[in-house]
């Protein structure tokens, strides 16, 4: 049980340390409305990746390329909508109370979308995670579950020290808050260009 719960944590701790399209949001939430506001989309993977590991275990490895760079293409596109949105926020340098209060409770679910239109948590379902867990199941019902627990349960604790981390940064100043405001839009403009380019790239070849 120790090992399977051990092989959970540490596939989460990969995964969380690892920049990427959410760590990204994340960071664009917390310099627009702190990280108090932002520390329940630290759950967004709760939410969004229970659809993912069903259909993942079902075909287990088993999604096509193609929509594979489906997936890469919307969410190249929603990040490019964040994107926008985290640089607009930059050139207005505050937000004021009525937008953070109209835009907030969507963070949890802005959250999830992001982490839904990322091919990485299939991938990682499918490729990784998925076969770890059918083994550990086949072991015993109880090391499945053990690998499943340990998993999110240090992958919500490692996003919420994440988003502290981040709002500790934001303390520093407005100069730096502003940067860190700019920082995000680009690295979601990154991210969001980079997945539209491998998706051109994988139409482009076949």
């Not at 690892?18 to 967004?44: H, I, K």
Request: aromatic share 12%.
């Amino acid at each position: 049980m120790l090992k399977h719960i051990a092989i959970g944590g540490s596939l989460a701790f990969a995964s969380v340390v690892q920049p990427g399209p959410f760590q990204a949001y994340l960071l664009s939430r917390v310099t627009a409305f702190g990280w108090r506001r932002t520390l329940p989309a630290s759950f967004a993977p709760l939410l969004s990746d229970g659809p993912i590991a069903v259909l993942a275990l079902l075909v287990l490895g088993q999604l096509s390329p193609t929509i594979q760079s489906a997936l890469r293409m919307a969410g190249g596109i929603l990040l490019l909508y964040l994107a926008k949105s985290a640089f607009q926020q930059w050139r207005r340098k505050a937000p004021d109370s009525s937008a953070r209060k109209k835009r907030v409770p969507r963070t949890l679910y802005e959250a999830a979308l992001v982490n839904v239109m990322n091919p990485n948590p299939y991938l990682g379902w499918s490729l990784v995670l998925g076969p770890i867990v059918v083994a550990a199941w086949n072991e015993a019902p109880s090391s499945g579950v053990a690998v499943v627990v340990a998993f999110y349960a240090t992958m919500v604790t490692m996003l919420a020290f994440q988003i502290f981390i981040f709002g500790g940064a934001r303390l520093m100043g407005p100069r730096i808050q502003q940067a860190l405001q700019l920082m995000s839009s680009l690295m979601l403009a990154v991210f969001g260009i980079y997945q539209i380019v491998k998706c051109v790239q994988y139409f482009y070849s076949a």
